[in-house]
Each structure stands twice: as C-alpha cells, then as structure tokens.
C-alpha cells in the first residue's frame, strides 16, 4: 500500500522538497511511503514511476498498470509473459498479488 501526501507549509512558507529521481527543489512535491517503511520525494508522478514502478522481465518497460505475473515473475502483459516461457502455467492478473 502506498501512503500519498502533498508539500506544506513550514513556518508560514512553502517547504522545499527534493525529488529522490531528479533532484528537482519543487514546493508541490508529494511524499510516497511504501509497504517496506520506505519515504520517497517526487515533484511528479513520472519520476515516481521511474523510481518505483517494476520493470517487465521481458521487454523491460515499467509496468505502471496491473501487470500479470506467473510463478512470480511480472510481466506488463501476457503477452510478454508467454514470450518468457510462459505457455502453459497461469498467467494472472497481478492486482492484488501478495509479493512472496
């Protein structure tokens, strides 16, 4: 689960944060805690995304939607996921998937 909060105000100005990604100082940036207790920083979702997002094992683009995975390995897709030796075990939706 991801827990999301927006910059504030420190002592009646906008707190500077800066982005875990880029290194971008942004008064708007938004705080990303994780399952494992980790914070990050980012000034925007795409650097969230490419610091966080999984990356399909096939084709290695970051999988930012559901995914799929089969005998836990993620895919962006089935189709990936069959290219992968796939064929013939599940293949699953990956919405849910408690990580083993």
Known sequence: MLHVA???VLNGESALRTCDTCGNEYWMAFEVRVVSGETYHFDCFECAVQKLAPRCEHCDCRVIGHGVEVSGRFFCCAHCAR?????GREIRSAVGAHPT
């Open 6 to 8: 927006s910059g504030g």
């Open 83 to 87: 290219q992968s030796g796939g064929i």
